[in-house]
């Protein structure tokens, strides 16, 4: 807890051990050192519980190495991944979707933004004509984009390939399940999977929702699709080979996580009861799932075995929204999650204890959230998320390379 204690034009913050001091001139009138005091108790509050969490002794260390501004790029940012030559492919949004490529160090490649269409009206400038949410690296060297576009009152799917040097090489709208009524479609995730790659999304006829699957080969081409319906599982010693897990919105107030292979059979499901849901990536391979539950304030960290039941007692966590951003889990079981408290920041969780160390980005740019990050290393992440400053030099794609260690 902190304790504040003011005295005269003095006041004292107490935080353990740690005192912190601040002092204001007698020079000043009366009313306005009143008003000063109180601007530093809200200023520096927030920035002692900042070094506090970013140094706390029972926590590691969050620091930030590196960072690097893509100025003239739309701050909507969406999605980070690494190429198979280790430099980063982004994308965000604008009026439409955009993509681009840089090299290991943050170096602009090339960029890719998504015509407009003017025979489209989305009705706001918020709302884009297209989205891509997901990039997967092939292995000729071209980058697979996944998401979704609005026309004509409905959403459909998008799926792009662009070629080494960001240049359109195909563009193309599924049908899903090869079914013209299921109007509105969307992939939301797309990740590489055995020797080919997984589009996950929706589709929607209307008057039913239904989970769709695509599976494609290593270069893109579509070699099978499923619907993913609320069927019972099925017994897991009937499937064949290996399978992953995703989350799915149930009703208002409950998920569904389900484990099916690529198929699109399901193999387990399990209902929780919560407002949101976050799914964690890990960083080694591992039999569990982790995902965190929000509810009324409060957020739980679910462990799961591979039949979707608790391999560990479900744990309320600090509550760091990373709702708009990425969480991992590390090798000792704790987690990594990066996000927003309120604004851009990043949190390291113990996974045995109630340790908690939080380190909020610099000022300089202005962002609300972290949009993703993806690992280099063991330690080391690398951040994107947009600038939004006053100063329209520091407005664009900020991405960051942080480091999460133990303290010695």
Not at 242 to 254: C, G, H, K, M, R
Not at 284 to 292: D, G, P, R
Not at 319 to 336: C, H, K, Q, W
Not at 345 to 367: C, E, L, N
Request: aromatic share 8%.
């Amino acid at each position: 807890m902190l304790a504040v204690r003011p005295n005269g034009l003095r006041m004292s913050v107490r935080h353990g051990s740690f005192t912190f001091v601040f002092a204001v001139s007698d020079f000043l009138p009366g009313t306005t050192r009143i008003r000063l005091l109180r601007s530093i108790w809200r200023i520096g509050i927030g920035a002692i519980a900042g070094y506090l969490a970013a140094c706390g002794s029972h926590g590691r260390s969050i620091t930030v190495d590196q960072e690097v501004l893509l100025p003239d790029v739309e701050p909507r940012v969406n999605a980070i991944s690494r190429t198979r030559e280790g430099g980063f492919v982004v994308t965000g949004i604008g009026l439409t979707a955009w993509v681009l490529a840089t090299d290991s160090h943050g170096t602009l490649r090339w960029q890719f933004i998504d015509p407009i269409d003017s025979g489209i009206d989305t009705g706001s400038q918020w709302v884009p004509q297209s989205e891509f949410h997901g990039a997967v690296s092939l292995a000729n060297g071209n980058t697979l984009l996944c998401g979704g576009k609005y026309k004509g009152g409905q959403t459909d799917n998008l799926v792009a390939i662009l070629d080494s040097n960001g240049r359109l090489v195909e563009k193309r709208v599924e049908v899903p399940n090869d079914d013209r009524r299921l109007i509105h479609s969307n992939f939301y995730q797309c990740f590489l999977w055995q020797d080919g790659i997984l589009l996950l999304g929706n589709a929607n006829d209307g008057t039913h929702g239904y989970i769709w699957l695509v599976e494609l080969d290593g270069n893109g081409v579509k070699k099978r699709q499923a619907l993913i319906d609320n069927a019972p599982a099925v017994k897991a010693d009937t499937v064949v080979g290996p399978s992953f897990v995703f989350t799915a919105w149930d009703s208002n107030d409950n998920f569904r996580v389900i484990r099916a292979n690529g198929k699109g059979e399901t193999i387990a499901k399990r209902v929780i009861a919560g407002e949101f849901i976050v799914q964690l990536r890990s960083m080694v391979e591992s039999s569990q799932t982790s995902v965190i539950i929000y509810r009324a304030g409060k957020a739980t960290l679910y462990t799961l075995d591979e039949r979707l039941q608790d391999a560990r007692p479900p744990r309320q966590i600090a509550n760091f929204d990373v709702l708009a951003g990425r969480g991992y889990v590390l090798a000792d079981t704790s987690i990594a999650l990066f996000g927003r408290w309120p604004d851009a920041a990043v949190a390291w969780i113990s996974g045995q204890d109630k340790a908690y160390t939080m380190r909020p980005f610099g000022p300089k740019y202005a962002s609300s959230t972290v949009s993703d990050a993806v690992p280099i290393s063991a330690e080391e992440f690398v951040t994107v998320r947009g600038s939004v400053s006053q100063d329209p030099k520091d407005q664009g794609l900020v991405m960051s390379w942080v480091t999460i260690k133990g303290n010695k």
